[in-house]
């Protein structure tokens, strides 16, 4: 690996450090912030999850964003993903919830727009429709489980202590669960746009199995979130937990679940391969932002109590993250295009 | 993670036996205060009504030690956040019952109060409603932790043997002040008596109402 790569890729592993922050926020959040884990275990078992679900299952919706826009230089690279990692620190830092594919697909449009490139159309209205579809699914899979749960503890009443062992045990497992799906259905915000440039050799790992160039480079990526997940994500935890909705550690579980389902149901191959093979429709294999299944997922608990408990203006502020993040990460890209071209003489496209 | 699972298990295992411990032992204080103010009545102050009192005495600072342990392990091991301040609130509550056995039974054994005959059996009767409160709202603390669909089934019990107790109180203090053989300062005795032991039964009675919002709370 030339230094010169380490270099470029540095600004992707700092999208994945800033992005880190988001991720375990996103599926630990509510958790941690009802106090049902400690931040420790779950930045431990977040971190696990990210990076397995990103080596092992990251193909798939790493494709979609690489069809996006195919930057095809190291400095593009670079750049794009500086400028996303940049709209999502600049965000964070207001201790809101923000998405890595918004500041990507930003990042890649403002290249599109600084090279004269036409965006692919397709890709893109695949990707914005996802955005619009998946808070609303997590919305509706929130209020379905959320039923089933209370139907649930009503017909089969569990002693308080039990009950509050089983969700623990459940928000364990399903952040664990929730933690993969993002992992494998995200890193190709994070990494993806370096994988035609990724100078790695396949590795066999002790004749067991073997790490392509692409998983190498999603493990890296996968180290990176791991490290904001450590690092940077209390403030996020705060957000989630807390701002928009007090949370029951019930329905905590039912937000997790609800927004791992979504990031599932948008990144696994096998249940898009079974649905075709099937002559099924297929979900795309694209990637979503898990700060919206994890707000949609909040509002449909909430529609379910008639709009009881939730503070309309924290969400006001976490939609206006959504709309400025992608708009920051267009604007810095398009700016950082320039100078990396004409200031320090790197081609970009 | 397994034998982070099994610890997690073996935690609430001995926590909730720890709960039942105590809820037993509030219920077993309520039996054993009926039966030394029935001795009371019937032989005054003497040894077997010591050794009641003794055991209530027993009861209550192994309570004391029982919710001491239930807090502090609520608390280092974050077990139930959203519902511990209500059980801490709970079970501070049900030992102020078990508090206020022990000091009537002490009342009776310091003051040695002279009841008249005829207002005995009344006495006995506000003693039993008290006592019938506190059984009933042992009870639904029980349902409170181990399934909360059946709390109501036993709270509206507690209300009506309060009830049940105001009534008897007000008819035993009417006789009492109605006698003019007796001296003032012995009718302001066993009017305090009276007031005391009906007071069992109004705690019972605010720990009855809490309890109700707990559980609703739960529900939603």
């Known amino acids: 690996m030339s230094l010169i790569f380490l270099f470029y890729l540095s600004s992707g592993l700092f999208l994945g450090w800033a992005s880190g922050a988001n991720y375990m926020g996103n599926v630990f959040g509510t958790a941690v912030g009802t106090k049902m884990l400690s931040f420790t275990a779950a930045a431990l078992i977040c971190s696990i999850f990210i990076i397995f679900g990103a080596v092992y299952g990251g193909a798939g919706a790493a494709s979609t964003i690489g069809s996006l826009g195919s930057i095809n230089t190291m400095a593009g690279a670079f750049v794009a993903a500086l400028a996303a990692a940049f709209a999502i620190f600049m965000i964070t830092k207001t201790g809101l919830p923000v998405s890595s594919t918004q500041a990507i697909v930003g990042g890649i449009i403002g290249w599109n727009a600084f090279v004269g490139m036409p965006i692919d159309t397709s890709s893109l209205f695949k990707i914005l429709g996802s ?16 039923r089933l749960v209370k139907a649930f503890l009503h017909r089969f009443p569990l002693p308080l202590l039990y009950q509050d062992l089983y969700v623990r045990i459940a928000l364990i497992l399903t952040g664990a669960f929730g933690a993969y799906s993002l992992g494998a259905n995200n890193i190709g915000n994070i990494v993806g746009v370096f994988t035609t440039a990724a100078p790695f050799n396949d590795v066999d790992v002790m004749g067991i199995f073997t790490l392509s160039s692409t998983q190498q480079l999603f493990l890296l990526g996968g180290i990176a979130i791991a490290a904001g997940v450590f690092t940077y994500s209390r403030k996020v935890i705060n957000t989630i ?109 | 993670m397994l034998n982070g699972k099994i610890v997690l298990f073996q935690r609430t295992k001995e926590l909730n036996a720890k709960i039942t411990e105590f809820l037993n032992n509030i219920s077993e204080a309520a039996i054993i205060f009926r039966q030394a103010v029935t001795n009371y009545m019937e032989f005054g102050d003497n040894d077997d009504f010591e050794t009641k009192l003794n055991n209530v005495s027993a009861l209550e600072a192994r309570n004391d030690q029982l919710r001491r ?131 069992i039964a109004n705690q019972a009675e605010d720990v009855a109402d809490q309890l109700s919002i707990y559980t609703i709370k739960r529900y939603l």
């Open chain 1, 131 to 146: 955005w619009v579809v998946s808070p609303v699914l997590a919305a509706i899979f929130a209020m379905i489980l959320m």
């Open chain 1, 241 to 349: 937990g807390r701002e928009i909705m007090e949370l029951s550690p019930t329905a905590a579980w039912v937000v997790v679940m609800s927004h791992s389902l979504v990031m599932f149901l948008f990144a696994s191959e096998n249940l898009h391969d079974f649905l075709v093979s099937h002559g099924l429709p297929a979900i795309p294999l694209v990637p979503i932002s898990s700060s919206e299944a994890v707000i949609g997922a909040v509002v449909g608990i909430a529609f379910l109590q008639r709009g009881r408990g939730l503070r309309l203006k924290s969400l006001g502020k976490v939609a206006a993250g959504w709309i400025t993040c992608p708009f920051i990460a267009a604007l810095f890209s398009f700016i950082a295009m320039f100078f990396m071209q004409n200031l320090f003489g790197q081609p970009v496209h």
């Open chain 2, 69 to 199: 342990t239930i807090e502090a392990k609520l608390y280092e091991h974050t077990l139930i956040p959203e519902s511990r301040a209500d059980v801490l609130e709970l079970m501070e509550g049900l030992d102020k019952i078990v508090n206020m056995f022990e000091a009537r039974l002490y009342q009776f054994s310091i003051e040695k109060i002279q009841i008249n005959d005829n207002f005995k059996p009344l006495y006995e009767e506000l003693s039993e409603s008290s006592v019938n409160a506190v059984e009933a709202l042992v009870r639904s603390a029980r349902a409170f932790f181990v399934n909360i669909s059946q709390v109501n089934d036993h709270l509206h019990k507690v209300m009506f043997f309060e009830k049940q107790g105001d009534m008897i109180g007000t008819k035993l203090k009417r006789q009492i002040f109605d006698d003019a053989e007796i001296e003032l300062s012995r009718k302001i005795q066993m009017r305090m008596l009276c007031d005391d032991i009906d007071g």
